[in-house]
């Protein structure tokens, strides 16, 4: 079968006749799933006009040219690290799934998703989505169904972008495909996920790939331009020095053996007494050009890590953003909680909801998934802030501040006593106070309950004089 060209991707493709519904509800038993076309990658580009063309394919929704950059692209060590990055802070954490409300059923759907959850969604793939849907702005993945016995259940397998293409006269996006063509991928779809966290219209002009063309293709350069630097300097040329009135054989010879230095690196120099001698001097390059070198590579890498992770010291061994004490933290945190925000509401409606309403016959019975992406709250961060709450309020009753202390400490989270509790802790106080204060009262002859007699005096003894 003949597949398209580039070429051919254009808006209103002849026989094209997708319609223009955004919603497919086919039943899962009859659908017929698709077979992948080969991927071919790209070699690294070196023309900025090339690069140019990909991007403006792109920005018409043809992702065939930019679909095989992205892959060009993760060769370079800072872009993949920067993607690993990203992905490793997402998927590496603990996923929890919340059901939808406290039935058993509700329950027992969670307790069943849970159980078949790499199954189902592969960690792999959904690496590859999310991935896409960074760079590209969108990713696609078909729901491969395995109807055969109940539940019915179904494995994502993850499609390439340079098979996906944008068409305004449908408003939908397609997936060339090696048995039927051109499909259409809806925005709902039983048999396709598309995660645009974008947004599904135009998500390709916001893929973090535009803006990484440029800082990749500098870096590119940048290091085979060092690379030569390197090399031309990196071997200074080496002066043979012979005497004014020097012999031509013994001239020639010494010429040759500093010539073979590479694999030589031992010879003979004569020096006479009048300073009519042999001798060899290497003439170094005294330029501090490689400074150059090294500022473009720190451009650039700073550009693909505040593009990919939103900060750019956790690349390099510093504390991230808002952190002195944790190097390395990796993405910047509300981009990390976008991302699964986006993510699991991706899962949630386009695959989970299917689930439930083929299987139990309502999706509001989907439960929610959430990576717990938030780290765990530091102890002594907790205390400090405590002290510090504690403080303000000595300080406000000190100088008679008009605060209402309640509404104070219920906008900065405290465990508080309802009104009804505190009335009562007053009143369980006022009573004791009132049980130990009748303790303590003095009786009729002067003495309280718990003292002790008072010694008598002795009787008719004088003190005695000196």
Same mark, same amino acid.
């Given at each position: 079968m003949a597949t398209m060209t580039p070429s051919q991707y254009t808006v209103g493709i002849p026989g094209v006749t997708a319609g223009a519904q955004q919603e497919d509800k086919t039943p899962p038993n009859e659908l017929l799933p698709t077979i992948e076309l080969p991927v071919y990658g790209v070699a690294a580009v070196d023309r900025k006009w090339w690069l140019d063309q990909f991007m403006s394919e792109m920005d018409n929704g043809q992702f065939f040219n930019a679909g095989r950059l992205g892959d060009s692209?993760?060769?370079? &060590?800072?872009? =993949? &690290?920067? =993607?690993?990055?990203?992905?490793?802070a997402l998927f590496g954490a603990p996923l929890q799934l919340e059901p939808a409300n406290d039935s058993a059923l509700a329950v027992k759907i969670r307790d069943e998703l849970l159980a078949g959850w790499e199954r189902m969604f592969p960690r792999t793939e959904l690496e590859e989505l999310h991935e896409y849907a960074t760079l590209h702005g969108l990713g696609i993945a078909e729901k491969i169904w395995d109807t055969s016995k109940t539940p019915w259940t179904f494995r994502i397998s993850v499609r390439h972008p340079q098979f996906y293409l944008w068409l305004w006269n449908t408003g939908n996006y397609h997936l060339i495909t090696l048995n039927r063509a051109l499909v259409r991928v809806p925005e709902r779809s039983t048999q396709w996920i598309n995660h645009a966290p974008y947004g599904y219209k135009r998500a390709y002009l916001n893929g973090r790939l535009r803006a990484l063309v440029d800082p990749w293709m500098m870096r590119m350069w940048n290091k085979n331009d060092w690379a030569n630097w390197c090399e031309m300097h990196g071997k200074p040329i080496r002066k043979a020095i012979v005497p004014q009135k020097a012999d031509p054989v013994q001239e020639k010879q010494f010429v040759s053996n500093v010539s073979k230095l590479g694999s030589n690196t031992t010879i003979k120099v004569r020096r006479d007494a009048d300073g009519n001698s042999y001798d060899v001097e290497l003439l170094e390059a005294v330029s501090m050009g490689w400074k150059g070198f090294q500022g473009m590579m720190e451009w650039s890498d700073n550009e693909i890590a505040q593009v990919l992770l939103g900060q750019t010291a956790s690349m390099d061994n510093n504390g991230g953003l808002n952190s002195q004490e944790d190097p390395g933290k990796g993405v910047r945190m509300d981009v990390l909680a976008a991302d699964n925000a986006k993510l699991c509401e991706t899962l949630y409606v386009q695959a989970l909801r299917d689930y439930c309403e083929f299987n139990y016959g309502d999706p509001d019975l989907a439960p929610r998934p959430n990576y717990q992406v938030a780290p765990p709250e530091d102890e002594a961060d907790l205390a400090a802030t405590d002290q510090l709450v504690a403080q303000t309020l000595v300080s406000f009753?000190?100088?008679?501040?008009p605060v209402n202390v309640r509404e104070y400490l219920e906008e900065r989270g405290f465990p508080l006593l309802t009104p009804e509790e505190e009335a009562q802790q007053k009143a369980d106080a006022m009573e004791q106070a009132q049980q130990m204060a009748? =303790?303590?009262?003095?009786?009729d002859d002067g003495e309280g309950d718990d003292s002790k007699p008072a010694p008598k005096k002795p009787q008719g003894q004088k003190p005695k004089k000196k």
């Open positions: 692209i993760k060769r370079d &060590g800072r872009v =993949l &690290g920067a =993607l690993e990055q990203r992905k490793a009753k000190t100088a008679a501040a009748a =303790l303590t009262k003095p009786n």
